[in-house]
């Protein structure tokens, strides 16, 4: 017991003298099949972590998730400078996001504050040997030395993994993006700010399409903001967004080019009798998810999480009480800004469970 008990000391010191707060993790993302996980921080780095095969079958038999190890890590995103807006641009990851796997390469998404990147992420464990115009070292021959031809064969090598930028996504946004989302065409996606929803080409990057523009003439008329987005699972032309107002609005692309008229809204009538000056505070979703089925919606905002049945709009089907405790400390949690932080909210993979922070 002594021994165990002067071990956690000493890995509570290391984290305070290692652990800086570039390395907090900002986000998390699962692949479609569960065997990759990617973190971002708040360094702009993407962390890969794998499933391990043996814990994997193990771990099915059991019913447990299994055991992750480090699979690769790579910079996504630097720090840099509007010089426009005389501001400077956190490299922080935002939102990671995967891509519906095609082949034996992986392709993921992530965003900071104001450019997305895509990223191919493979293996090889293969190099090519016998170059005719190349010697051993990489170095081009002369020409002149070369007698003979050959045929360059692959010989089995230790594993890598490579990641490698394919497209940079930039100026999409003036504000900060707070949401991707990738579509179920496996060719678009979309970005969301506070004001804006741009729809993206996976090919095409000096160029996106506006969806959604709250934006109105006179910014002092401005009553909420967007604060998340998301595609439809299997429809491709539905998405939906959240608001600062706690509002829910499923917008169908086949009905108009700029979706500023929603097809439905949800939200939840207030009780009078509970309002309060953090109402509106607590209220805002920060973070919205359809089911695998397409038929509910999960909402996070700072109390509860809630489920939506897309087709009842008057209220949520079924609400879930997190940290109902903080409720009496909110003037204490505003005065440290606590109050405005962001939390997210996934399902399982059947549906039949939602997680969250």
Known sequence: MGEDGESTKINHSFLRDYVTEADVISTVEF???????????????????????ESKGESEELGESGEYNVYSTFQSHEPDFDYLKSLEIEEKINKIRWLPQQNAAHFLLSTNDKTIKLWK???RDKRPEGYNLKDEEGRIKDISTVTSLRVPVLKPTDLM??????RV????HTYHVNSISVNSDG???LSADDLRINMWHLDITDRSFNIVDIKPA?????TEVITAAEFHPQHCHLFVYSSSKGTLRLCDMRESALCDRHSKIFEEPEDPGNRSFFSEIISSVSDVKF???GRYLLTRDYLTVKVWDLHMEKGPVETYQVHEYLRSRLCSLYENDCIFDKFECVWNSTDSYQIVP
């Open 31 to 53: 692949n479609q099949t569960g065997d990759l996980l990617a973190t971002g921080d708040k360094g702009g780095r993407v962390v890969i972590f794998q499933r391990e095969t």
């Open 161 to 166: 993994v490579e990641v490698r930028p394919r």
């Open 187 to 189: 060719e678009t996606y």
């Open 121 to 123: 992420v493979s293996e």
């Open 218 to 222: 006179n910014m002092e008329d401005l």
């Open 169 to 172: 996504f930039a100026n999409g």
């Open 291 to 293: 089911s695998h089925s």
